[in-house]
């Protein structure tokens, strides 16, 4: 049977035709007045987009390869920071820390959970020598958001910098850098960005910036204050990747035509959509609060093998869904519903998990779970009173 092929991961996600078409251009030369004259239009928009006045640095890496140039920038050896690990990538902070050979210290919190502010609080007023905190605003291996608006309250009243992972929430749920008081925000190209992987961006705040201008660079490629420099001129420090700059630039097109609220709004109601239809088939959802508005992980039940499912899902039905991670491993489904993606992707996503469900076994769903799920989707989409979250009004 023919199925239309559906991407509907955390990442890399699907894009959009005119993205596409701007990856196909000819290519150009990225020292000369062509290029450079792009790179100023899109740095414009990229201050909307991460709401900030600071420059917003293109990487030719992966958002790994961003918050690598985050410690290796910010950050000499011997440092304290606090790494939040509530799950795979707040792990990975931890990790990056101690390559550069800083000290850690580490606040677990259970996965599926979100951090409680005061606990930061109280760790940075024990150990006043923590340098930084490094988090997650959302946490793609669970789909749980960080109350990061109010960590950065509280980590703006001390002399640590607040390092903000925004892989799976920029573009896809508000962050607005300055009005928040992050010190450094980072994202990635293949998630909300709706373009392939190889492109990250970063930014930082003044403060990061003298702490960066203060130290010998820890890193010969990744060197944020010449990355600065080279921007200034339109160009980056090394060979930039000009075709994911001309995705940029169409993709930023699309995510700003009608403003980033737009951009929010949808993105909440597909989160209402997909958690909604899910309950409805019977299934909890690992984050029961603090989720994302970009990617859902649903828990399954016992004796289901999530594996199998999810290849049945993909082989059967044309659905591509991605499975737990670490501890994870065979016990959730991952629902990507960020960037180009639509309700009646989500839809077919609910629909997949029933029926492979059912293959895989023997779990017999309630047959009304669509009707619920699209009716959860119109209601948030409506924007009616307190269905869409007060942190969605903070950019216009």
Same mark, same amino acid.
């Given at each position: ?13 699907? !894009? ?53 140039? *985050?410690?290796?920038? /910010? ?10 690990? %509530?799950?795979?990538? =707040?792990?990975?902070? =931890? ?28 760790? /940075?007023?024990?150990?006043?020598? @923590?340098? %930084? ?26 002399? %640590? !910098? ?19 008081? &992050? ?7 293949? +998630? ?9 961006? &970063? ?17 010969? #490629? ?9 921007? +200034? +001129? ?15 630039? *169409?993709? /930023?097109?699309?995510?700003?035509? $009608? ?6 709004? $949808? ?5 209402? !959509? ?16 603090? #989720?994302?508005?970009?990617?859902? %992980? @649903? ?10 499912? !999810? ?12 499975? =737990?991670?670490?501890?994870?491993? =065979? +016990? ?20 997949? &998990? ?43």
């Amino acid at each position: 049977m023919f199925n239309k092929q559906r991407l509907l991961t955390p990442g890399p996600t699907p !894009l959009p035709e005119s993205v596409r078409l701007a990856l196909a251009r000819d290519m150009i030369h990225h020292r000369k007045s062509d290029f450079e004259n792009i790179m100023f239009s899109v740095q414009d928009r990229l201050h909307e987009l991460f709401g900030t006045s600071s420059p917003v640095l293109p990487l030719a890496c992966s958002g790994t390869g961003a918050m690598t140039a *985050a410690v290796y920038s /910010l950050f000499r050896p011997g440092e304290t920071v606090l790494v939040v690990n %509530a799950g795979k990538f =707040g792990e990975r902070w =931890g990790e990056i820390a101690r390559s550069r050979g800083l000290k850690v210290v580490i606040l677990d919190v259970e996965w599926g959970q979100a951090v409680e502010p005061q606990k930061i609080a109280d760790m /940075l007023a024990a150990r006043p020598d @923590i340098s %930084a905190v490094l988090l997650q605003l959302c946490e793609t291996s669970t789909g749980v958001l960080q109350p990061v608006r109010e960590i950065a309250a509280i980590v703006a009243k001390t002399d %640590a !910098l607040l390092v903000v992972d925004g892989i799976s929430a920029v573009g896809i749920s508000p962050c607005p850098m300055d009005e928040w008081k &992050i010190d450094c925000l980072l994202t990635g190209s293949q +998630k909300g960005l709706m373009l392939p992987p190889g492109l990250a961006l &970063i930014a930082l705040s003044p403060r990061a910036w003298q702490k960066a201008e203060s130290m010998s660079p820890g890193c010969f #490629y990744f060197n944020l204050p010449r990355e600065r420099d080279s921007l +200034k +001129k339109g160009q980056t420090l090394f060979t930039t990747p000009v075709n994911l700059i001309f995705g940029l630039q *169409a993709s /930023l097109d699309i995510l700003l035509e $009608k403003g980033l609220r737009d951009v929010y709004a $949808k993105q909440w109601a597909m989160t209402m !959509l997909v958690r909604a239809g899910a309950r409805a088939i019977g299934l909890e959802m690992l984050a029961k609060n603090d #989720y994302s508005w970009g990617v859902t %992980a @649903i828990s399954l039940p016992e004796g289901i093998d999530g594996g199998k499912l !999810l290849q049945v899902a993909r082989e059967k039905y044309g659905v591509c869904m991605a499975g =737990g991670q670490d501890r994870l491993k =065979g +016990k959730i489904v991952r629902i990507g519903h960020m960037g180009w993606v639509d309700w009646s992707d989500c839809l077919a996503a609910l629909y997949a &998990i029933d029926r492979s469900l059912q293959l895989v076994g023997g779990y017999s769903a309630a047959r009304d779970y669509l009707e619920t799920a699209m009716a959860a989707y119109n209601l948030a989409l409506a924007g009616q009173p307190g269905v869409l979250p007060d942190s969605a009004q903070v950019r216009s």
